[in-house]
T-cell receptor, first 116, second 110 residues
Framework: EPEVTQTPSHQVTQMGQEVILRCVPI?????FYWYRQILGQKVEFLVS????????KSEIFDDQFSVERPDGSNFTLKIRSTKLEDSAMYFC??????????????FGEGSRLTVL | GENVEQHPSTLSVQEGDSAVIKCTYS??????FPWYKQELGKGPQLIID?????GEKKDQRIAVTLNKTAKHFSLHITETQPEDSAVYFC?????????FGDGTTLTVKP
């Protein structure tokens, strides 16, 4: 069964460092998303991406965050200068574009980011 | 923006009993309502969903109901099993964004 894959599974970084989290969405999906989940809390929307541009973003997704689809398969989330409060599990998700399947998100296993 | 409230935050049932989790949403434009199961250390996994043109949907032991007028939807799990123990999230989707509830930790005691 096709799945969303994420790397790394766990990254530890120093405050102020740049981090790039990588995702390979399901191959025929064209909508891509990043969500985050602080330990023990709910899943929070960060950004959605379609047709090589951001469709929606939340107030969490400030200037420190950026997304990119550098090639036909990868979808990345970059945090420019990490803060302690960026420590969380980051989930990538993808979905088909047809209106009948709109919103059906397939999540990856997540990348745990620990900022020291 | 959309606001999703989910209750209860924890739910403990005996194996074989039913479990019900309820969510309300605020944005009448939301048109898709998925339920996710999250096991420890894993990503959310879609278990059932419902669209706004349907009132009820069932898949074996799980069912979801939607009341658009009242803006609430519920997850029903019958004949619960220990492997149903997990965190369950509801979500409301609109315009390329899913807003999640706070989650319900379900424990099924053998």
């Amino acid at each position: 069964e096709p799945e969303v894959t994420q790397t790394p599974s766990h990254q530890v970084t120093q405050m102020g460092q740049e981090v790039i989290l990588r995702c390979v969405p399901i191959s025929n999906h064209l909508y891509f998303y990043w969500y985050r989940q602080i330990l023990g809390q709910k899943v929070e929307f960060l950004v959605s991406f379609y047709n090589n541009e951001i469709s929606e973003k939340s107030e969490i997704f400030d200037d420190q965050f950026s997304v990119e689809r550098p090639d036909g398969s990868n979808f990345t989330l970059k945090i420019r200068s990490t803060k302690l409060e960026d420590s969380a599990m980051y989930f990538c998700a993808s979905s088909e574009t047809s209106s009948s399947r709109a919103g059906e998100l397939f999540f990856g296993e997540g990348s745990r980011l620990t900022v020291l | 923006g959309e606001n999703v409230e989910q209750h209860p935050s924890t739910l403990s049932v005996q194996e074989g009993d039913s479990a019900v989790i309820k969510c309300t949403y605020s944005d009448s434009a939301s048109n898709y309502f998925p339920w996710y199961k999250q096991e420890l250390g894993k990503g959310p996994q879609l278990i059932i969903d419902i669209r706004s043109n349907v009132g009820e949907k069932k898949d074996q032991r799980i069912a979801v109901t939607l009341n658009k007028t009242a803006k609430h939807f519920s997850l029903h799990i019958t004949e619960t099993q220990p492997e149903d123990s997990a965190v369950y999230f509801c979500a409301a989707h609109n315009a390329g964004k899913s807003t999640f509830g706070d989650g319900t930790t379900l424990t099924v005691k053998p």
